[in-house]
């Protein structure tokens, strides 16, 4: 593992991506006191990829437990959710990934690395915390120099490194400005770049989003779409779900510690959700909806649709809408040529929530 | 899912490749001095830019000329008086010795402050776990931060070393006083920055490593002396001692005419008296920084090396080793038989001089300061097994 060396710039993204493989060790039987050697479960395609596995995690904090059980596949070349309420573990799960926290049980393979073994896992993994503080009397410019220093960066490379970094997070007006003029949203994306500065394998975003404004947000959404095409690992928790429905590509829902859900998002897509129906005219929306045996239900926080049964010409066509419970994107298709065919002036059809917040909720609703 | 209990000890060969190896980058007791001199600009860069600091310097800075310059005033007014010695032999080390404790009283107020908050301070601001990921060790990261408080301690002695030499020119003092007096000040400064970061990475508030630090040092130079102080009935109380006396019974009669006699012979006799036994707690004085600095101090010179000038640095030197020495077995009271500068006391002092007491001071205080050290890179080790109560890694 060459990651006690200085590290240069990888010319290519791959070039640092050697799959090391935390191997299992080979059948040997020599010490014959030990238990069976700690493997992970194949459970996916890829057991030993350059992502995170993580398996039985669990970390208390004396009678509270955080973390109870997690099990985790982050696989390289994709953005990973981690879903959870307030409270849930997150964080740290997501101190354990980073290394700074010793978990009571289980294993976690970081690229390939042990976190809790020592720095190499710390060489290839970027972290940016909820909450953390930036050095106010540094500019943004030395902030940055500084983290790459940190990482052994050349001083030229590290230099190099913050200038690309603060294109890339737009702060470069504010490039040599203290930090502590810094909004909380640049902040944010300051923090964003530091965990940037080493070009990391893999990627620990603990609610990147907070303060962000929508411009930033779309930045880092399509910035972590980037990395992940690059081949990076990325992990992203929040508890925001929508904005995580548009980068994320698989979800693992935690709860109380445990992991109680991994899907991806595209499956996540195809059960049954609500879906929002907006038209022109609501009356002859409903009188369809009942003729063609659809379950609909008013708009939440919607005045009552009223009574419908006598067709009523004097009336002037009221816009509207409703909600319809569909399971795929095919059967909105249908829904919707059938209605635009009978004549309904349809606004709009659209899914009523996020898939990741439906799938969310769906979960909550199991647990109770 | 898989919730079996596992220790966390992962498997030994995966990863056990990379540490037999060379220490890489980043694991604990690693140290490089690019990782060392990054934590240190950081902690000085961040100190360098706030105002306050350059302040803080001048207002040392006028403290330390405002006190020697009335020393100076002082000991002239009291110097012309003096019988002997004179101007020259008065001034000059009495305001080195002055002034020297004085920077040193204020060093020892200052350094807490730039070294108590080190890791509190940014473990409250956010801003400790950001640098503990990165490739740096906790070695470095203590290291440097040991390095920045020592180096910001050594600009309050640089704005005082003007007044020093202006105190070494007012003469009478040994050119190596002066260059060991500010090697044993910075050596000491550095310890009260080691205890103040081994504080602070014990503590989670920056005022409790604060008030705890201010404790160490005040417990090493007020303290210590007090308990001296007060001990000495403890170690103290009447003995059977061999003393050499005139015995005045046999003294022959006095000669009528003149009313003079001879001086009876003088003889060894056991008595009982007061016996205060110093070298049982002389470490006491030892390890205060000042009876360091000053036990360290190559004596005053003067002119014709004939007088004792008077020398505060010396006085103290001559009570710690005296009280190290504790009650000599035999006591002398034959004043018949002095020379006459034995009897005028004067080379008194060289006579029982003991072996210097600063290497126990100063090893004690190093002990002390590294101590320190070795407890902030403990609890900076990361991946944490158990946090301190009320801490949050990030």
């Known amino acids: 593992m060459s990651t006690s060396d200085d590290r240069t710039p990888p010319a290519e993204p791959d070039a640092t991506a050697a799959p090391s493989v935390p191997a299992p060790p080979p059948a040997d039987p020599s010490p014959p006191t030990t238990r069976p050697p700690v493997t992970v479960p194949p459970t996916s395609s890829s057991p030993a990829h350059g992502g995170i596995v993580a398996r039985g995690v669990r970390r208390s904090f004396g009678a509270v437990h955080a973390v109870a059980g997690v099990d985790l596949d982050v696989r390289p070349g994709a953005v990973t959710a981690l879903v959870g309420p307030n409270g849930s573990g997150k964080t740290t799960l997501l101190l354990v990934l980073a290394g700074l926290l010793v978990p009571d049980a289980g294993t976690v393979s970081v690229a390939g690395h042990d976190p809790t073994a020592g720095p190499a896992a710390r060489a290839v993994t970027g972290w940016m915390p909820d909450s953390f503080g930036t050095w106010d009397s540094l500019t943004a410019r030395e902030v940055l120099t500084t983290v790459g220093a940190a990482y052994r960066l050349t001083p030229e490379h590290a230099e190099h490194r913050a200038a690309e970094l603060l294109d890339l997070v737009h702060l470069r007006e504010l490039a040599d400005s203290p930090a502590h003029v810094l909004s909380r949203g640049q902040k944010q994306r300051l923090g964003l770049a530091r965990a940037l500065v080493h070009d990391p394998q893999v990627l620990l975003l603990d609610e990147p989003a907070s303060g962000l404004d929508p411009r930033s947000r779309v930045d880092l959404r399509e910035l972590l779409r980037e990395l992940a095409a690059r081949g990076r690992t990325v992990l992203v928790s929040s508890h925001v779900l929508v904005e995580l429905d548009e980068m994320a590509d698989d979800a693992v829902f935690i709860s109380q510690g445990r992991t109680v859900a991994a899907q991806e998002v595209a499956a996540v897509a195809t059960q049954w959700r609500p879906w929002r129906l907006r038209t022109l005219d609501l009356d002859a929306l409903v009188r369809w909806l009942e003729a063609a045996h659809v379950p609909w239900q008013p708009e939440p926080g919607a005045p009552p649709v009223g009574d419908f049964s006598p067709p009523d010409e004097v009336r002037p066509a009221r816009p509207g809408g409703v909600v319809v419970q569909l399971d795929t994107e095919a059967t909105a298709a249908a829904l919707l040529r059938d209605a635009v065919g009978a004549g309904v002036p349809i606004a709009s059809l659209a899914p009523a929530s996020g898939a990741l917040e439906s799938a969310y909720l769906a979960l909550e609703e199991e647990r109770r | ?394």
Not at chain 2, 366 to 388: C, T
Request: charged share 15%; with cysteine; hydrophobic share 45%.
């Open chain 2, 1 to 394: 899912m898989s919730t079996e209990t596992q220790p966390s000890s992962v498997d030994p060969t995966g990863s056990a490749a990379t540490s037999s190896g060379p220490r890489p980058h980043g694991s604990t007791w690693s140290v490089t001095w690019h990782g060392v001199r990054t934590v240190a600009r950081l902690e000085l860069r961040q100190r360098v830019r706030s105002t306050r600091w350059i302040v803080s310097l001048v207002v040392f800075g006028v403290l330390v000329g405002l006190v020697t310059t009335l020393t100076w005033a002082f000991t002239r007014s009291m110097g012309s008086d003096m019988i002997y010695g004179g101007m020259s032999g008065v001034v000059g080390p009495t305001m080195f010795g002055f002034i020297v404790f004085f920077v040193l009283f204020l060093g020892l107020l200052v350094s807490p402050t730039l070294s108590a908050t080190a890791v509190n301070g940014d473990r409250n601001a956010g801003t400790l776990a950001t640098l503990q990921i990165t490739l740096l060790s906790a070695t470095e990261i203590v290291l440097g931060k040991l390095l920045a408080s020592w180096v910001a301690s050594l600009a309050f002695l640089a704005v005082s070393l003007p007044f020093i030499a202006w105190a070494f020119l007012a003469g009478g003092n040994n050119p190596a006083a002066v260059v060991v007096t500010v090697l044993l000040l910075a050596a000491l400064l550095a310890v009260v920055c080691g205890i103040g970061l081994g504080f602070s990475a014990l503590t989670t508030r920056t005022a409790g490593s604060a008030v705890l630090t201010y404790v160490s040092v005040a417990s090493l130079t007020v303290l210590s002396l007090v308990v001296f102080g007060l001990s000495v009935p403890l170690v103290s109380g009447d003995e059977e001692v061999r003393v050499y006396e005139a015995d005045w019974s046999s003294a022959p009669d006095a000669d009528p005419e003149t009313g003079w006699g001879d001086d009876p012979e003088c003889e060894w006799t056991e008595r009982t008296q007061y016996v205060v036994h110093t070298e049982r707690t002389w470490w006491l004085l030892a390890i205060n920084p000042f009876v360091v600095v000053a036990d360290a101090a190559p004596p005053a010179v003067n002119d014709d090396n004939r007088f004792v000038v008077f020398d505060p640095l010396a006085a103290i030197r001559e009570g710690v080793r005296t009280a190290r020495q504790g009650p000599p077995a035999e006591y002398d009271y034959c004043w018949q038989e002095m020379s006459s500068d034995e009897q005028a006391g004067i080379t008194a002092f060289d006579t029982h001089d003991g072996p210097p007491v600063w290497p126990w001071g100063l090893a004690a205080n190093l002990l002390l300061g590294a101590g320190g050290v070795l407890l902030a890179i403990r609890r900076l080790q990361i991946p944490y097994r158990n946090l301190p109560k009320g801490t949050r890694v990030a």
